[in-house]
């Protein structure tokens, strides 16, 4: 917004200098007792203000299509850095943002039922511990992807809540229906 008011601002300052001169030379006009010469003198004026409308709407068009691509540009930006925010970094999943804002959006919802099931990876620590932390990383990357491929891809929601936590979410299911995924 700042770069077009300014190159707004920029353009009509020029604008304004030449109207300003064109309306010099129209205040020159009344010197002149030639009608002729006056009528030449006239049309060339209206000339001269036909070519600085004309440029001034070029400038604005230019103006408006650069505004618009950074304008296009920058909504990109901004969904690519809401989708990143709200994905655990690691895993590639939901972090725990995104699961309390479906969370909350879902418990609202008095007529919604759904199945919230919270996963805690068993001894965890020992596999850090024994192994080291990147093999720690690819279990939990593993275990993600192994809860991701048990749910529905369009109607679950799957997150890392915690460092070994995950937590699914799952609606229109039975907690029959849930228990066998989750199994």
Same mark, same amino acid.
């Given at each position: 917004?700042?770069?077009?008011?300014?190159?707004?601002?920029?353009?009509?300052?020029?604008?304004?200098?030449?109207?300003?001169?064109?309306?010099?030379?129209?205040?020159a006009l009344v010197e002149i007792n030639d009608l002729r010469q006056l009528k030449q003198r006239l049309m060339s004026e209206v000339t001269v203000l036909h070519e600085v409308t004309a440029a001034r709407q070029k400038k604005w068009e230019v103006t408006c299509q650069t505004f618009g691509a950074r304008v296009a540009e920058?909504?990109?930006?901004?969904?690519?850095?809401?989708?990143?925010?709200?994905?655990?970094?690691?895993?590639?999943?939901?972090?725990?943002?995104?699961?309390?804002?479906?969370?909350?959006?879902? !418990?609202?919802?008095?007529?919604? *039922?759904? +199945?919230? $099931?919270? /996963?805690?990876? &068993?001894? %965890?620590?020992?596999?850090?511990?024994?192994?080291?932390?990147?093999?720690?990383?690819?279990?939990?990357?593993?275990?993600?992807?192994?809860?991701? !491929?048990?749910?529905?891809?369009? *109607?679950? +929601?799957? $997150?890392? /809540?915690?460092? &070994?936590? %995950?937590?699914?979410?799952?609606?229109?299911?039975?907690?029959?229906?849930?228990?066998?995924?989750?199994?």
């Open positions: 917004v700042r770069e077009a008011l300014s190159i707004v601002a920029g353009d009509g300052t020029e604008f304004q200098g030449k109207l300003t001169d064109s309306m010099k030379r129209f205040e920058l909504e990109k930006e901004l969904t690519a850095t809401k989708h990143e925010s709200s994905l655990d970094p690691l895993t590639r999943i939901p972090n725990r943002r995104a699961f309390d804002r479906v969370f909350k959006e879902w !418990a609202k919802n008095d007529t919604l *039922q759904f +199945v919230l $099931a919270l /996963i805690d990876v &068993d001894d %965890f620590k020992g596999v850090n511990d024994t192994f080291g932390h990147p093999a720690g990383d690819r279990v939990l990357v593993t275990v993600a992807q192994s809860i991701k !491929a048990s749910v529905r891809s369009r *109607q679950d +929601v799957v $997150a890392r /809540i915690g460092g &070994d936590e %995950f937590a699914f979410l799952a609606m229109n299911l039975t907690l029959r229906q849930a228990e066998a995924r989750l199994d």
